[in-house]
């Protein structure tokens, strides 16, 4: 059987844009993997260094996320970065076999390095170890268990592919270890805000929560960007400008093409389309925020899963690095 490696970093709730681009899917393939799904609170420091208790507070958070979307703790384990330190030891023998140039080409990296200045006016002097090096450590995230499969959205494509250079290099100088992983994007591996913006993110102020109550999407979905040119609600528009339309879309509405058809006619107004969407996300997000009630109101359970499930990782990590000392030549006294 294969193995799934997947994550995030514990930093915040999670939205619609996540579910879409890689919850859903990573809920569908747990059935038929060895799945692995870790709380990257290790990665989440990188960032969160002078606020641990941000990352402490978002586990938990993160854990509920995942519960309730259906990622089901007898199919997955779900593990806590910094309690499988055998990461943090392949981190360091990984952290030979890539060049600092490499890393600074990483798009993603690059990407948060600009976002970073644009924020705090940072200067190259201000870039940690810690936050150019974090490719290396995900590497090691994935090579611990061996993983084979990284269903991620599209952020993550640089971070998997770097990964499979590593562990390439690896398997060269020490002799095959570890599988390539592969990347599993989901059919929309990177979803629009409700702003038109091109990706839904905190940063930019323009998510549905999983956990958001219905008030609070109704008033999301009010503010979504329609076809500008619409100006009364009986002119004809074109739903492919509009961003109430890619939701409809996206949550797979059964009267879709109606909702087209008037849009295009004449014979729908916004408001009322709207009001029909945030609905239908309503109604979307109820057995998830069933589950997520019946979690929150048992914390022992998670702490359970939690403990299970980072457990299970240890022990299948360490298997794992046992090989990797023994080809490295590291393994001392095991002869
Ligand atoms: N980089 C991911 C994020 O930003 C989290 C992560 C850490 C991850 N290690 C991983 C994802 C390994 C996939 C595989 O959320
Ligand atoms: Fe968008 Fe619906 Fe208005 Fe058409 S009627 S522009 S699909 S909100």
């Known amino acids: 059987m294969k193995t799934i490696l997947t994550g995030d970093r514990p930093t915040g709730k999670l939205h619609l844009g996540h ?18 799904i870790l709380i990257a609170d ?16 978002n586990v938990r958070e993160l854990a509920l996320d995942y519960l309730s ?33 490499r890393l600074f080409r990483n798009p993603t990296t690059k990407f948060e390095l600009t976002q970073k200045q644009e924020l705090f006016g940072n200067t190259g002097e201000s870039i940690t170890y810690g936050f150019l090096g974090y490719p290396v450590s995900q590497a090691a995230d994935i090579a611990t268990v061996n993983g ?110 109606t909702v087209c058809t008037e849009c295009r006619n004449g014979e729908r107004g916004c408001v009322f389309c709207k009001k029909e969407l945030a609905r239908n996300i309503i109604e979307f997000l109820k057995p998830i925020q069933e589950r997520r009630k019946y979690y929150e109101e048992r ?14 990782t240890r022990k299948k990590a360490e298997e794992i690095m046992k090989r990797v000392r023994e080809n490295m030549k590291l393994n001392y006294f095991d002869e």
């Open 19 to 36: 579910y879409f681009g890689s919850l859903e899917n990573r809920v569908k393939m747990q059935y038929d993997y060895d799945t692995y």
């Open 42 to 57: 290790v990665q989440a420091l990188t960032d969160n260094f002078n606020n641990p208790e941000k990352v402490r507070e």
């Open 69 to 101: 979307v259906g990622i089901d703790p007898k199919q997955s384990h779900i593990y806590i970065q910094s309690l499988v330190p055998q990461t943090a030891e392949l981190t360091v023998y990984f952290s030979n076999l890539v060049s600092v140039p």
């Open 148 to 257: 084979n499969i990284v269903p991620v959205g599209e952020d993550q494509l640089p971070h998997i592919e770097q990964a499979r250079e590593i562990v390439r290099k690896f398997n060269n100088i020490y002799g095959d270890t570890f599988n390539e992983p592969e990347a599993v994007l989901s059919d929309n591996p990177r979803i629009k805000g409700l702003d038109g913006s091109e990706k839904m993110s905190k940063s930019l102020n323009n998510c549905i929560y999983l956990s958001d109550d219905d008030e609070t999407i109704t008033k999301k979905v009010m503010t979504a960007v329609t076809d500008p040119n619409k100006i009364r609600k009986d002119d004809p528009a074109n739903p492919e400008v509009c961003m109430v339309y890619y939701y409809h879309k996206l949550i797979k509405n059964p009267n879709i093409s």
């Open 299 to 312: 914390p022992e359970e998670i702490e359970r899963i939690l403990k299970e499930g980072t457990e299970a």
